[in-house]
């Protein structure tokens, strides 16, 4: 495994998915460059919405890739001291050799991902095909709307999923 350098992973992570990339995440990477495209090229549809994603996708993926870089670091050291320093143990396949870290991971389920491509395109039919119907919804702040809900539905998620309060 390469040693890659945390503060070079940082300013790589300043254009969504280059330090994905960097770190070796090349699929990932490529996710989080499309999806700050598609933010950015949705922003003029819909301006109180798709710049807050933006952020939060920058922000998320910025903290992720300093994460990953992180735990990379630490599986390095950790492989190193288990290479050069085998005496700490009296045999590799002995139990009381800690196991490698592994990294968690959480992958998106492709059932979010058509929900929101469904949204995605119910919003975009709204706006240019029926646009005396989106001059409705933006009356009403429904991006307001929706943001909120989504920020509560995801807060019972969080709540449900973890019991322990």
Known sequence: MIKKKRWLTFFLAWIP????????????GLEYMIGAI?????????PSIFPF??????FYQ????????????????EHERMMFHPDAYSAPWSMGVPPMPSYPQE???PVWVGIGCVIAGFLL??????????????????????????LIGYGFRLLRKNTKV
Not at 62 to 77: H, P, R, T
Request: some cysteine; glycine content about 6%.
């Open 17 to 28: 998915g280059l330090g994905h990339m960097y770190l070796g995440f090349k699929k990932l």
């Open 38 to 46: 598609l933010c950015i090229i949705f922003i003029p549809s819909m």
């Open 53 to 58: 994603a933006l952020a939060a996708l920058w």
């Open 62 to 77: 910025l903290f992720d890739a300093l994460q990953k870089a992180a735990w990379m670091k630490l599986s390095v050291e």
């Open 107 to 109: 992958e998106v389920s």
């Open 125 to 150: 039919m709204v706006i240019n095909v029926f646009p005396w119907l989106w001059r409705i919804l933006v009356d009403m702040n429904i991006g307001t709307i929706l943001l909120a809900l989504a």
